[in-house]
């Protein structure tokens, strides 16, 4: 997992647009060294309602996901 929830400045610094679906954790980035394979995984996710190759990572979507805070582009709110 590459991303997940972002604040607006986090999403702007990554080029996100402004109605990402991680803005309301609602999505999920993942990246790995074979995506079409990974592609498939992800689509048997529970809830998932998107999942697509774009710009060399595979972005997820999904209902009633509450995704933490999660990527260091940018995005805060995970305290560790």
Same mark, same amino acid.
């Given at each position: 997992?590459?991303?997940?929830?972002?604040?607006?400045?986090?999403?702007?610094?990554?080029?996100?647009?402004?109605?990402?679906? /991680?803005?309301?954790?609602?999505?999920?980035?993942?990246?790995?060294?074979?995506?079409?394979?990974?592609?498939?995984?992800?689509?048997?996710?529970?809830?998932?309602?998107?999942?697509?190759?774009?710009?060399? /990572?595979? /972005?997820?979507?999904?209902?009633?996901?509450?995704?933490?805070?999660?990527?260091?582009?940018?995005?805060?709110?995970?305290?560790?």
């Amino acid at each position: 997992m590459t991303s997940g929830r972002r604040t607006p400045e986090g999403n702007r610094i990554v080029g996100g647009v402004p109605n990402s679906a /991680h803005l309301s954790g609602s999505a999920v980035d993942y990246d790995g060294p074979d995506l079409p394979a990974l592609l498939a995984e992800a689509r048997k996710l529970p809830g998932v309602r998107k999942a697509f190759i774009h710009k060399g /990572h595979v /972005h997820t979507e999904g209902d009633g996901w509450n995704v933490p805070y999660y990527g260091r582009n940018g995005t805060k709110g995970l305290k560790r």
